[in-house]
C-alpha cells in the first residue's frame, strides 16, 4: 500500500458544498473505517479553499477511483484536483 496526498481546489460554491457535506462526510468516514482514509480535513486559512485527504491504496488507480467515488466530486463540487504519491512517515503512518 502507498500513501497518496489528495488536494482539492473549491470554488465560490460553498452553500453546495455545505448541503452536500454529509454524504462526503459519510463516504470519507466508511473510508477511514475501512484504513483507506487515514486522515482528512479542509482548510481554514486565508489561502485558496480546498481541502487535503490522505488515501491509502495501491495502485494510484484506486486512489483515483476514490477521488472520483466521493460525492463533492461526482457533484462536480471539485473543479480542481490532484493525486500526488506521498511517500510519509510518522506514528500514524505504521
Known sequence: MSL??????YDDRAAERDAARPEHRAYLLDLAAQGKAP????????GTP?????????????????V???PYVRAGLV??????????????TA
Do not use: C, K, N
Request: a negative charge; charged letters at 20%.
Open 79 to 92: 473543479p480542481e484536483h490532484s493525486v500526488r504519491a506521498w511517500p510519509a512517515s510518522g506514528p500514524w
Open 50 to 66: 480546498g481541502a487535503l485527504i490522505v488515501f491509502e491504496a495501491a495502485p494510484l488507480e484506486e486512489a483515483q477511483a476514490m
Open 39 to 46: 486522515v482528512f480535513g479542509r482548510y481554514e486559512d486565508e
Open 4 to 9: 497518496f496526498a489528495i488536494h482539492y481546489t
Open 68 to 70: 472520483a467515488a466521493d
